[in-house]
Structure formats: C-alpha cells, structure tokens
C-alpha cells in the first residue's frame, strides 16, 4: 500500500535520512523504532511532502508520490497525525474533526459519509465525545493528542502515519491509544506507526523497522525483534 525506496531527506545541508526503504503492506501495522533523533519523524515529513525528499522514490497504491504537496497527498487517502499537538486551537474539537474530512470532499477518492464518520470518530475517542464544543486549544494535551489521531481518522485513509501517538500522555491514556490502533488494525486500516514505547508498538505490530542515526539498522517480524538481543538491549529496557 505504501512503499518507500532508498529515501533521502534531511534540512538545507543536512542530510538526516540515508536511503531508508520500508513497505508497508495493506491491513498491516508496521512501526518504526528509534531513539531520539534517529529520524523517525523526518520520515514522516518525508513521505507527507512536508519536506521534499532528495532521493528515493515513495508510491501510494502503486502511484508515485515523493515531492508532491501535502494537500495532494491527502487527498489520495495519506492521512497523518503528527507528533505534538497540531490541532487548530481556535477552533473546536468538532470543527477540527470535519477539517480532516476536507481533503476527501474535494479529491478523486469516494467521499463518504462525512456524517457517520464523525459519529464513528466520538464512539472511538469518548473523550473527545464528551468535549465535542470546546475549543482545541483548551483541551489537555494528551486530548490535543487524541484529537490529531481523531482527524486523521476523518480523512478515512487508504495509510495513517501515527508518530508518536503515546506523546505525553498518562499510562492510562496510552493504554486507551493502543486499544485504539489496536481496534483500527482490526477493522482493516494499514498504518505506519512511530513509537518511543518501543515494546507497546511491537505488540501491537506485525513488523517493524529500527531506525539508527538515519539507516535501518534492523528489520523483522515484530515477534521477532521483541527478542531480539540487540533490540532489547536498546530499546525495550532489556540491557539496564
Ligand atoms: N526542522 C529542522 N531543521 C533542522 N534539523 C532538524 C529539523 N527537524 C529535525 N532536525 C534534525 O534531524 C534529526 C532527526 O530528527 P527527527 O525529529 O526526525 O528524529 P526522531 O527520530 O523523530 O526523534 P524524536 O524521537 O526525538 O522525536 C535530528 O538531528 C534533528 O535535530
């Protein structure tokens, strides 16, 4: 569904990414795994044409899409919630709720029904439910969080690229994220997911990637990178 080739990306002269290449087959969760700074969230950038690649290829569904503006991009089914709290403050949870659907309304792709999506974005964000009037800005950040996630769900995308979901968020909320990725795999939806809970990603995966200083380090199914000796050691608390 999503394949990403020998990519290249980085800022003005730095080059962060070193020919990275990860498939991310349709149905699947596959994650990305890293410690901070490895890259893991230039990748996003890169493959959302949030900055433009400077080699390599990324294909949609078999179509080419590296260097594409964002708006195209989600527009052809790419949703992405990003690291942070990047929802519109001044507007409310609703409002930011349908802005994700925009995308779809004005693209080649089936519109939907914006209605029954929204509906289905309450049932699985409560919280969100709850707080369907207030302004985004006002919600805690771990809501803020939610509601990036919630939105991308709007787009109703062929791929979601969640980077950092678990961001800040108290471990009962993490919980109820991962619940929530976990009830998105069911229903179907193929996602690309970033996580720092390195051991949460992997249960939750079918495969994973582990990403170093911008190189893929280490790949495999996610039962066994979860024993693997040097995965452990690194990033799943195993050698301390
Ligand atoms: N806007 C930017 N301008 C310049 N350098 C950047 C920018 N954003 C990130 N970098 C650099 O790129 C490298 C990779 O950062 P990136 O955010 O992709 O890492 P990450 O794996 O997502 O880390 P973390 O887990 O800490 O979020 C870092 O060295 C970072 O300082």
Redesign the pocket.
């Known amino acids: 569904m999503l394949s990403i080739k020998n990519l290249e990306a980085?800022?003005?002269k730095?080059k962060?990414l070193h020919g990275i290449t990860i498939e991310v087959p349709k149905g699947q969760v596959i994650t990305l795994i890293?410690?901070?700074?490895?890259?893991?969230?230039?990748?996003m950038?890169a493959i959302t044409g949030m900055i433009k690649p400077t080699a390599g290829d990324i294909e949609l569904d078999g179509k080419k899409i590296a260097g594409f503006e964002s708006y195209k991009i989600a527009k052809l089914g790419l949703a992405h919630s990003p690291?942070g709290r990047r929802v519109f403050s001044t507007m409310s949870v609703t409002d930011n709720l349908l802005l994700g659907a925009f995308p779809r309304l004005t693209g080649s792709r089936p519109k939907g029904d914006v209605k029954h999506d929204l509906d289905r974005a309450m049932d699985l964000f409560p919280r969100l439910k709850e707080r369907r009037n207030q302004l985004a800005g006002t919600l805690s950040g771990g809501e803020q969080q939610m509601l990036a996630m919630a939105r991308a769900i709007m787009l109703n995308p062929e791929v979601i690229l969640l980077d950092?979901p678990s961001m800040g968020l108290a471990p009962i909320l993490v919980d109820e994220v991962f619940r929530i990725i976990s009830r998105l795999k069911s229903e179907g939806m193929t996602m690309l997911l970033?996580e720092?809970f390195a051991a949460a990603a992997l249960n939750v995966a079918d495969y994973g990637y582990v990403?170093e200083n911008?190189r893929i380090s280490a790949q495999g199914a996610a039962e066994s990178l979860k024993n693997d000796p040097a995965v452990k050691a690194a990033y799943l608390g195993g050698g301390h």
Not at 34 to 43: E, Q, V
Request: no cysteine.
């Open positions: 980085g800022y003005g730095v962060v890293g410690s901070n700074g490895a890259g893991k969230t230039t990748t950038r690291e950092e970033v720092q990403l911008g």
